[in-house]
């Protein structure tokens, strides 16, 4: 038996039950958002659902599309500087970003909404007038909520590039530095292309993440527009049974766009030469 089989099989007791659970998830969906499934009435192939909520639809998934395009940016950065500087030995960096990891994203959320709201910790450390802080929770600018997603998820982003670069950057940036090339030139030929990869694997899952997640949104953004997985919630916790389609509508449309922005990006991550 050759390593990928028994890789593959080792790895199938926790993909097929996975599978299973995200197929029936994403069918039921699928089906109650297409009139299929209905809890009320009878089962009528329709779009009624994805009508009736259209051009919240559309708003939401602008501004999920903008949290999450916004987040992600910022957490590639603030990542890999921080992967950089465990590389560098940086213990103090390493240890913050191994324990921001396991923080889950709702406490994480209140503690951003305590850290940035008009009478949080740093209105009072710095004195500032409550008045004369900027809305940073639950603003036009959804600051607090693309804040919270860059602290934790830039961690993420920095664990992974480090931990990628950890066996393989020091041999070929040795060899470059015989060769005479500079650090700016190390970083841009030799640390950057060794980090690409598992930077843009991190980023997509981020991207993901954040344009799917609840919590940090609802808790820390504005009441209206919503982003998708809010809207989905809202609609789904309503006591008008018949909302379930509705949010099974905006579920789907959601899902899609995250099943979408997966294949595109792989595709054209694996025809790239930094890829291989």
């Known amino acids: 038996m050759n390593t990928t089989t028994r890789g593959t099989l080792l790895l199938l007791p926790a993909v097929i039950p996975t599978f299973v659970v995200i197929t ?10 297409f009139g299929l499934m209905p809890l009320v009435g009878d089962p009528e192939l329709s779009w009624a659902s994805f009508d009736k909520h259209g051009a919240d639809i559309v708003r939401g998934t602008a501004l999920s599309l903008g949290i999450a395009s916004a987040s992600t940016v910022i957490s590639a950065i603030v990542g890999m500087a ?8 940086s213990r103090v960096v390493a240890a913050l970003a191994a324990l921001t990891i396991p923080v889950p994203h709702l406490i994480g959320a209140a503690a951003m909404g305590l850290l940035l709201a ?3 910790l740093l ?3 710095f004195g500032i007038d409550s008045a004369a802080w900027p ?3 639950g603003g036009t600018w959804w600051v607090a909520v693309i804040a919270e997603f860059a602290w934790k998820e830039s961690a993420f982003v920095a664990l992974v590039v480090a931990g990628t670069l950890a066996t393989r950057v020091h041999h070929y940036g040795e060899a470059a530095a015989v060769l005479g090339a500079g ?3 190390r970083f841009l030929y030799v640390t950057l292309p060794l980090a690409v ?3 843009a694997a991190a980023c997509l899952i981020t991207f993901v993440y954040s344009f799917g997640s609840f919590e940090v949104a609802r808790l820390l953004g504005r009441p209206y527009p919503e982003p998708l997985p809010v809207m989905a919630v809202r609609l789904f916790a309503s006591i008008d049974l018949a909302a379930r389609a509705d949010a099974a509508a905006v579920a789907f449309v959601s899902a899609t766009l995250c099943v979408a922005t997966l294949v595109v990006a792989l595709r054209f991550l694996r025809r790239s030469t930094l890829w291989r």
């Open 135 to 137: 809305q940073l929770v």
């Open 197 to 199: 990869p598992a930077l």
């Open 123 to 125: 209105t009072r450390l």
């Open 82 to 89: 921080a992967a950089l500087a465990i590389l560098a030995n």
């Open 183 to 185: 650090r700016v030139h």
């Open 118 to 120: 008009d009478a949080g």
């Open 24 to 33: 029936a998830g994403l069918g039921t969906v699928t089906l109650q958002a």
